[in-house]
């Protein structure tokens, strides 16, 4: 089982990028995947998560209508677009694969994910 994270960089205030998790070694099909981040000095905090089944998606406020996770199972990826990108955006950003919760405020919990890619730091200049 591997999670490999990828696509971060520098961007300034308003920009955009998209970050990208390949995963291998297994099937997603009673899993969640999530993107998670940690600011300097932070603890992790939830972004977004997705349902394998149903394709339900999840955001925290914070970035609703600005982050948009997807998936291609072609590629065995998982994306995260994020527009309107903002300073408080700068983060080292993870995804997890877990088993699918039973309650919608279990995704945010990082305890409910077993498998983490290695991370890929986002910084946004102001």
């Known amino acids: 089982v591997q999670l490999q994270a990828s696509g971060g960089g520098l961007v300034q205030a308003g920009g955009s990028l998209r970050l990208s998790c390949a995963y291998s070694?297994?099937?997603?099909?009673?899993?969640?995947v999530a993107w998670f981040r940690q600011p300097t000095g932070k603890e992790r905090e939830f972004v977004a998560a997705?349902?394998?089944?149903?394709?339900?998606?999840y955001y925290d406020d914070s970035v609703k209508d600005r982050f948009t996770i997807s998936r291609d199972t072609d590629l065995k990826t998982v994306f995260l677009q994020m527009n309107s990108l903002k300073p408080e955006d700068t983060a080292i950003y993870y995804c997890?694969?877990?088993?699918?919760?039973?309650?919608?405020?279990?995704?945010?919990?990082?305890?409910?994910?077993?498998?983490w890619g290695q991370g890929t730091q986002v910084t946004v200049s102001s």
């Open positions: 997705n349902r394998w089944i149903g394709g339900a998606t």
């Open positions: 070694g297994f099937t997603l099909d009673y899993y969640a």
């Open positions: 997890a694969v877990g088993p699918t919760p039973h309650q919608i405020n279990n995704y945010r919990q990082p305890e409910g994910y077993d498998y």
